[in-house]
């Protein structure tokens, strides 16, 4: 078949580079934003009498009309075609007839890949927030009944100080919130309409670009033409942002891998978001969440794949940007299923809480907490230290905790050691102890709660 662009050629082009410089089989998800892009386009070449009214009104009629096509499964995407955005001109101008060869007015494919994508990744985003939000509100409800649950922190894996179940979701809720916030940072840099970029350089024609970015509900224009049309920023940024999402849920992951493990056993997942052995009848496996910490790695692979694909271009478009789109679609696709598996696997499994209080019983968590007890008797922290130091080094040799230590031995490391002690070094005293703002105490984790509530709720209405 002749090419849009057949013009200036005498031979037609190989099978083999037809095939291979298509990109028809992973750019058709973007055929409403393109239709959207040229309805939008049509009625502007209308509206400044660059074509007809009519013509203009046809030209969207048939777009409409390709677009129902589409939707209902009756098109076949053709590879000759190459792309998207030729394959919908050719079953335009098949529907509408002549009238459809001025859709292509004033406009190349390189201002108009560079709309699709932006309109795309503005949907996607709205999506991917969502989501987070969603994750963001599973933890807090989980949050808020475990605001009690007292479990080891670690530093090194080791067991450090306590800490409560709800605080150490809340972390992650923090993070999630980053998440958030990058997104939409991300967002209002490709909230820019690229359309009269043209190939490169503009057009001569006098179009309304505005008016089309009204139309596209874009907040401005770009503001200039070689920059439109070879700036995949945007796409980095998402995968960027996408990646440090996938951070966070693998480093989750890998928590509840561990948690779910006999040698832990904080947790047990769901039998529905567990797997067995083929081999092994005693196994249940966390695969869903290993998966996701593996996952991790395409997103990376895919922020990779598009810095390198960037770094040596010269200015403007050039083909290698066609490799942006299975890269950004790969890191939408993966996040979006991560972050949705994700929080059905977390709000499935079961929290033991009396195993998470009773490890964080053993390992000198309240170690600190003696230290400081000897410091508000007036001895100063660094010999506070090694006193503490010396007493969890003699309960060892006993195999006990420094709870079961009677006050006389105490008085042999301390003289000013008291009964009020065990009060000082009791593990939930000293986790409500921590009442700093931002701290595990339930006072302050109700406060943190609130107030991520009130920013969930802050961004749900600024995005209506
Ligand atoms: N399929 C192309 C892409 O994704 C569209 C732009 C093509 N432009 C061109 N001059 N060949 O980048």
Redesign the pocket.
Known sequence: MSKLWGGRFQKETDRLVEDFHS?ISF?KRLYKYDIKGSIAHARMLGKTRIISQAESEALVRGLEAVLADIEAGRVEFSVGA??I?MNVEQLLTAKVGEVGKKLHTAR???D??ALDIRLYIKDEIEQVGALLRQLQTDLLNLAERHVDTIMPGYTHLQRAQPVTFAHHLLAYCQMFGRDEDRLQDCRRRADEMPLGAG?LAGTTFPLDRKFVAEQLGFSSITWNSLDAVSDRDFAVEFTAAASLIMVHLSRFCEEIILWSTAEFSFIELDDAYSTGSSMMPQKKNPDVAELIRGKSGRVFGDLQTLLTMLKGLPLA?N?D??E??EALFDAVDTVKKCLLVFGRMLNTMRVKRDNMAAAARGGFTCATDLADYLVRKGVPFREAHAVVGKAVFYCLGKEQTLEQLSLEEYKKFSPLVEEDVYEAINITCCVEARQLPGGPAAEAVLESIEKIRQRLAATKTSQK
Do not use: T
């Open positions: 990109s750019d190459e792309d955005h190349s494919r390189n108009q890949v190939a478009y083909k940007m066609q942006d789109k």
